[in-house]
């Protein structure tokens, strides 16, 4: 015990580094540092040397009544104090009594710990000194904020009671820091300079609010360690050679296009070098595919320079007199998209390429490319991100104040939305500049006259580094003229090329091609789709499957048996509801090897708990049954997700997984129909305008719950009004019915609108999305109480093999069997027929009125709602819903009926009158309304005595 008790009063300098380096991490010493205080291993508060005083004291009456980390110090000092280290002479041993520790200790210690808060200063708060303004003048507009603990003049040394004197003195280093290298001391001197050369130049860092040790210690590491920004000659001549075509490239824009709109990168060239150099590395670790997704500004270069986009292919955008080829309306060419396989040159493997068209709407694209990265990890098996990355490049202004920047990094950690980690690019305003202003057709000097006049006096990049490169003997001056002649006239030959093109392809910049899916022209392989039934074994089979469980020991809740017996007895019975459909429907695709993702807020269980798809076992934790994927060994797997709370990110999340394959059924389900308004982006700006902007299939598929039930307005509209108005069919051509009229009307519209009434209904347009020779987006507004409606059912005999999905199911009763004593056809969507149903049987009157279904709203069935029509040639024609007038369907169904009946016959209106609300909030006024317009809808006299 007396040789542990030998521990100079005055510690070692080797012993104080040692506790230096691996104790304190973070450390306030008499309020030097405006961070909370750290402690010392075990301590309760603000550590000093009273503390260490007391650990020693106790460690001294038992070793064991301190932390092991106490232990080991004191061990390792007293080892080094009694191998005879050069220290003043002190007495051999400590008196019981508990005595000062002399001034000198504490002063060395103090001195230690205030290095190491010295250090932390910079790697907190250094970005705020570092010199991130090319136009110097930071001070206009900016914080110029200097902390008082970074050392900028020599006299803050005092904040940290250090003097001019103590910089030549040597310091341990922690182990926060990688500033010394190979070495674990340096000078004070040599510590503040290596930390400005890190921390306050041009590069700023602000990384110390990471939770994750590990991941600080990562940025630190690249950062910190001498020589790591030191280029090799062969690396500067390559960052030069990247530097002459991002910039000639705009240059060569501006000679020949200077009047014409570009969004060009003048001001952050330097750019396209960064991002070949991400995607270099990427390949280098082995990734095979990267997916951007950036703005406007700079797209052409990242085209022509990062994704290596044929030149005249983007030179002859610029030609006026260019013809468009008849595959849409195109876009400009700032927003457009590109997908390449090429060889990286850096690593000779092969890597695809992919920028994701986007328009204006900056940071919409953002979930999109998160989507498709998943999906093609996805398919190739890369869980962990290995194979498959995204880059996401974003403005300063955008990233911070559009929402869905936020939206789509809440679905990081989210297991089947995370795509294990982004690149993300910011090009940041206050750092780099806009030389022209927002675009070249700008006038910035109007608002901001002396930041471009101190603009237009800028040394481009490419002079600067090239005059640094020929002056330091890396490259000689008519190397660097010669790389700059080289690029030139690569141009100019690719302009000689463009003008030879006469008609603009748009299928040239598709961003998301499907080998193999359509014809070498990029057309359907057929113009027909086959019949949707499936043989009634898989029905059964799927039916039985649905209502059992396929884990052994699995505890389901008995509110679910039951709904598993119910099931059970409906496929007995040869009968389904819409959820019992729904599954024979995703179970049928599942088995022929199309994957199937239905995702969205709460479709696990479904909004209204009708789903059920996973099953949680009630007495093990986190335990879950997914039994669609128990349905066949071979089959495609089944993905349905709960996602976050957003509607915009999600959405968009899921049309990019759909971009990555046709053989999938993507399905987006909202919560309730209305709530798709905060995606209403991805809805306008991809959805509905995507393959005529784009030449880019889509078959995603949004399940919208709709329906009047008097639950107020924020429950009840899927605004079907809305998707009517974008849809592309003319109202006022009547169409030529050809063979393949059904299929060729599908193809030619830009998505699919359709209100299922059965369950039926809804099994073979879900089949048909997937069997159509194309892809369409498909909107489907699902209902709510036909769910367990009992009426709401359909027969085996409806979806057996040969059956196929009815556009219109027309009248079956009494008055389709005597169609000339019918005195009304009245034409409905959706739910509401079951209450035209109940009050025609309550009323007498199934001879006199015929009642027919639209299926498919849009594209509207011209065909068949003629057939109809001319079958009741002395009906009057009414048209039922149960929404406001101004909005559902009449007036996008009106002008349809005119033009397919010659304007010989009026199309009645009945329903609840216009209104700013979609619904309203009170019980009884719903259930007056209703009552209203049934009885209009069957009061055969309602119309006479009036025009149309």
């Known amino acids: 015990m007396s040789q542990l008790r030998l521990l100079p009063s005055l510690f070692g300098a080797q012993a104080t580094r040692f506790l230096a380096a691996r104790y304190i991490s973070v450390f306030n010493w008499r309020g030097r540092s405006s961070g909370s205080p750290a402690t010392f291993p075990g301590s309760k508060g603000g550590g000093g040397s009273s503390y260490m005083e007391e650990m020693y004291f106790a460690w001294l009456e038992n070793p064991q009544s301190v932390h092991k980390s106490w232990d080991s110090f004191f061990r390792k000092a007293s080892e080094e104090a009694s191998s005879g280290s050069a220290q003043p002479q002190l007495p051999s041993v400590i008196p019981e009594s508990r005595p000062t520790v002399p001034g000198r200790t504490s002063k060395l210690v103090e001195d230690h710990l205030a290095v190491q808060s010295l250090i932390r200063a910079y790697q907190i708060r250094g970005h705020h000194v570092a010199q991130l303004d090319p136009l110097g003048i930071l001070d206009a507009d ?175 955008q610029f030609d006026p007199k260019l013809e468009a080829a008849d595959e849409g309306s195109g876009d400009v060419k700032y927003h457009l998209g590109m997908y390449h396989e090429r060889i990286n040159r850096a690593t000779n493997r092969n890597i695809t390429l992919s920028l994701v068209a986007n328009p204006s709407h900056l940071e919409a694209v953002d979930p999109v490319v998160q989507g498709k990265t998943k999906a093609e990890q996805f398919y190739r098996g890369d869980v962990q991100g290995k194979k498959v990355m995204s880059i996401l490049v974003h403005g300063d202004a955008a990233f911070a104040g559009q929402g869905v920047v936020y939206e789509t990094f809440h679905l990081s950690d989210l297991p089947s939305y995370t795509t294990n980690g982004t ?110 039934g499936i043989p009634e074994d898989v029905l059964t089979h799927i039916g039985n499957v649905a209502s059992s469980v396929p884990l052994e020991d699995f505890k389901i809740h008995t509110g679910l048996s039951r709904i598993l017996r119910g099931r059970a007895d409906m496929t007995k019975k040869r009968t389904v509801d819409w959820a019992l459909a729904e599954y024979m429907a995703f179970g049928s695709l599942l088995k022929d090897g199309i994957h199937v993702r239905l995702s969205g807020q709460d479709v696990e269980r479904g909004t209204f708990s009708h789903r059920h798809h996973v099953l949680h076992d009630q007495e093990v934790d986190r335990r879950t049954c997914v039994p669609m994927n128990h349905l066949w060994p071979d089959q495609a797997p089944y993905t349905v997700c709960n996602s976050s709370l957003s509607e915009y990110g999600v959405l968009g999340f899921e049309l990019g997984y759909a971009m990555a394959s046709p053989n999938a059924l993507v399905l987006w389900e909202a919560q309730f129909g209305d709530f798709h308004n905060t995606a209403q982006c991805i809805i306008d700006q991809f959805i509905s305008t995507g393959q005529a902007k784009w030449v880019r299939h889509n078959g995603i598929v949004l399940l919208l719950p709709h329906g009047m039930e008097g639950m107020g307005p924020e429950h009840s509209s899927a605004r079907p009004e809305r998707f009517l108005q974008m849809s592309n069919d003319d109202s006022d051509a009547y169409p030529v019915f050809t063979e393949d009229f059904e299929v060729s009307q599908l193809y030619d519209c830009n998505w699919i609108v359709v209100n299922c009434s059965t369950p039926a209904s809804y099994f073979h347009v879900l089949r048909r999305q997937i069997l159509l020779p194309f892809r369409k987006p498909l909107i489907i507004f699902t209902p709510k109480s036909l769910l367990r409606h009992p009426e709401a059912r359909s027969s085996f005999d409806q979806m057996v093999s040969g059956t196929t999905f009815q556009r219109v199911i027309p009248e079956d009763g009494a008055a389709a069997r005597a169609p000339g004593q019918v005195r009304r056809l009245i034409f409905c969507t959706g739910k509401v027929y079951y209450d035209l149903v109940k009050e025609r049987i309550s009323q007498g009157l199934e001879e006199q009125v015929a009642i027919t279904r639209l299926e498919q709203i849009s594209p509207f069935p011209f065909d068949l709602i003629k057939q109809e029509a001319e079958k009741y040639p002395g009906a009057e024609l009414v048209w039922c819903q149960e929404e406001h007038k101004n909005m559902g369907y009449y007036d996008y169904i009106s002008p349809r009926f005119m033009t397919i009946l010659g304007h010989t016959r009026p199309i009645w209106y009945v329903g609840r009158d216009p209104a700013a609300a979609p619904a309203t909030g009170n019980r009884n006024a719903h259930l007056v309304s209703l009552k209203k317009f049934l009885d209009t809808a069957f009061n055969l006299q309602a119309f006479e005595g009036k025009t149309f």
Not at 163 to 176: I, R, S, V
Not at 270 to 291: C, F, H, Q, R, Y
Request: with cysteine.
């Open 142 to 316: 900016l914080d110029s904020f200097v902390p008082s603990d970074l050392i900028t003049t020599i006299d803050k040394l005092a904040f940290y009671d250090l003097q001019e004197a103590d910089l030549d003195k040597e310091f341990q280093l922690p182990t926060t820091t990688f500033i010394g290298g190979s070495e674990n001391t340096l000078s004070l001197r040599e510590i503040i300079r290596r930390l400005e050369t890190t921390y306050c130049q041009h590069i700023g860092l602000e990384f110390m609010f990471i939770n994750d040790v590990e991941q600080c210690q990562w940025i630190r590491q690249k950062f910190e360690t001498p020589g790591v920004m030191q280029f090799s000659s062969e690396e500067k001549r390559t960052l030069l050679a990247r530097l002459v075509r991002s910039m000639r490239f705009e240059d060569f824009l501006a000679r020949k296009w200077s009047s014409e709109k570009r969004f060009g990168l003048e001001g952050c060239e330097v750019m396209i070098p960064a991002l070949k150099t991400i995607i270099d590395k990427s390949s280098e670790m082995g990734i095979e595919n990267v997916i951007l997704g950036m703005p406007h500004r700079g797209r052409l270069n990242v085209l022509a320079n990062v994704i290596r986009k044929d030149l005249e292919q983007i030179f002859c």
């Open 423 to 532: 690149v993300h690019v910011v090009v940041n305003n206050q750092v780099c500049y806009r030389r022209r202003g927002h675009n070249e057709m700008d006038e910035p000097m109007f608002t901001q006259p002396l930041m471009y006049k101190q603009i237009h006096r800028q040394v481009p990049v490419l002079k600067k580094y090239a005059d640094k490169l020929i002056a330091e003997g890396t490259v000689t001056l008519q190397e660097f003229e010669e790389e700059i002649a080289k690029y030139d006239r690569i141009c100019e030959e690719a302009y000689g090329r463009s003008k030879d093109k006469k008609i603009l392809h748009i299928k040239h910049w598709l961003d998301s091609p499907w080998p193999g899916f359509f014809n070498v022209d990029g057309e359907p392989k057929s113009m027909t789709c086959p019949p949707t």
